[in-house]
């Protein structure tokens, strides 16, 4: 069936570069979604990436996507304690008609 | 503010009794989604309306749940006779087009 793996706890310093990985198993995919949860928050949508993509940036934020994979990265530049959150990997199929959650990772932010 | 919002944002209730939550959509946007989400992980799809007709529900959502969207516009979201497993967050999201969906702030049930 549709399963979303990542990992569940990332620490990284200050200033350095973060990457959240992510797999999944299902090779009808069409939209890969990274959703950012933080404390009492409800998710927000950071930025997905269409299936026929394997690279999308936005500001501090690049996603890579290796369909042959079925790997998933989201890498956050210049780290800052306002990113101290939980970070939701992401699928759906062509229709979009549901979204398949991965646990979430959370990332920690050390001086 | 023009986001999707839910109410109550908490409820606290005894096993056995109903309960309703609503979820207002963005306006126009004709796709409305129910999950829930449980402590550390991540949510659920529970069940999906395009307008008020409800196109796919989850193995999850048992018959003691019931959703409608009855034009098309808000949501609720019922849970009769409720078990302490039910205790969660139920969120809310829409989405103009079905690959961008816009969530909710939440509605986290206690069952008691």
């Known amino acids: 069936g549709e399963d979303v793996e990542q990992s569940l706890f990332l620490s990284v310093r200050e200033g350095d570069s973060s990457v959240i990985n992510c797999t999944y198993t299902d090779s009808s995919s069409t939209y890969l979604y990274w959703y950012k949860q933080e404390p009492g928050a409800g998710l927000q949508l950071l930025t997905y990436i269409f299936s026929n993509m394997d690279m999308k940036q936005d500001q501090r934020l690049t996603v890579l996507l290796n369909k042959k994979d079925k790997h998933l990265s989201l890498r956050i530049a210049d780290t800052q304690t306002g990113d101290s959150a939980i970070y939701f990997c992401?699928?759906?199929?062509?229709?979009?008609?549901?979204?398949?959650f991965g646990s979430g990772t959370r990332l920690s932010i050390r001086p | 503010d023009t986001g999707v919002s839910q109410d109550p944002r908490h409820k606290i209730t005894k096993r056995g009794q109903n309960v309703t939550f609503r979820c207002d959509p963005i306006s126009e946007h004709n796709r409305l989604y129910w999950y829930r989400q449980t402590l550390g992980q991540g949510p659920e799809f529970l069940t999906y309306f395009q307008n008020e007709a409800q196109l796919e529900k989850s193995r999850l959502l048992s018959d003691r749940f019931s959703a409608e969207r009855p034009k098309g516009s808000f949501s609720t979201l019922e849970i009769q006779r409720t078990e302490q497993g039910d205790s969660a967050m139920y969120l809310c999201?829409?989405?103009?087009?079905?690959?961008?969906?816009?969530f909710g702030p939440g509605t986290r049930l206690t069952v008691l």
């Open positions: 999201a829409s989405s103009p087009a079905g690959y961008e969906q816009f």
């Open positions: 992401a699928e759906s199929g062509s229709s979009a008609s549901k979204i398949i």
